[in-house]
């Protein structure tokens, strides 16, 4: 899972994608101080 959190107006709003393309298409649409972060769950089996 691919996170971008985003800050904008003192508000902190968080996106989440299934996919890296996904998120880094939509990261440079995205207004604001902002950054990607990918989430990996240790109990994911088929991740890695």
């Keep these: 899972m ?3 959190t985003t800050f904008f107006n003192k508000k902190m709003t968080m996106y989440e994608f ?3 393309k996904e998120a880094k298409e939509a990261f ?3 207004k604001g ?3 990607l972060s990918e989430i990996v769950y240790f109990n994911d089996y088929g991740a890695v």
């Design 18 to 20: 299934d996919t890296e």
């Design 2 to 4: 691919w996170v971008i």
């Design 28 to 30: 440079c649409k995205i």
């Design 33 to 35: 101080d902002k950054f």
